[in-house]
């Protein structure tokens, strides 16, 4: 194990267009080329570690996470390495609970539950603010179309 003993996982997340992957790629070689040991997951990557899609109900789908989420932190607690992985917390799973009409309070309980699975992991959150929401909200509407 290396002597490094910051976060394991690191989250980049923000709106379509905000620059999560320039960010997360970023982060993942600025701590390589600090001697410690990282990699970077990109959201579309297939397959993808943690993300799936709703291929059921939202219990289901949420229980799937939280499994794929617990399977995926035990092997990165024994790896040397550090996880830059983006958009997998609010722009996918959180978005696809708002999409499926769960309702606030049940996703709140959700994200802290997933949230108590990366804990041992010290997670770091990097949320890319976008200086213009309504124009970065008509992207994700217009993209939200094409795919559906």
Not at 6 to 31: P, W
């Amino acid at each position: 194990m290396s002597a490094y003993a910051g976060s394991k996982l690191i989250i980049v997340e923000g709106l379509t267009g905000s620059g999560k992957s320039i960010m997360a790629h970023f982060i993942a070689r600025q701590l390589g080329y600090n001697h410690i040991p990282a990699f970077w997951v990109h959201e579309g990557e297939d397959p993808h570690p943690v993300l799936v899609d709703l291929q059921s109900s939202v219990e289901d789908y949420m229980e799937v996470m939280l499994n794929r989420w617990a399977e995926y932190v035990d092997r990165l607690r024994s790896s040397d390495e550090v996880c830059v992985m983006e958009a997998c917390f609010f722009n996918n799973l959180i978005e696809t609970l708002l999409i499926h009409n769960l309702d606030r309070t049940g996703i709140i309980q959700y994200a802290d539950r997933l949230a108590g699975v990366m804990e041992s992991l010290h997670p770091t959150l990097v949320y890319l603010f976008q200086e213009d929401l309504e124009q970065a909200l008509k992207l994700l509407l217009k993209l939200c179309m094409i795919v559906w």
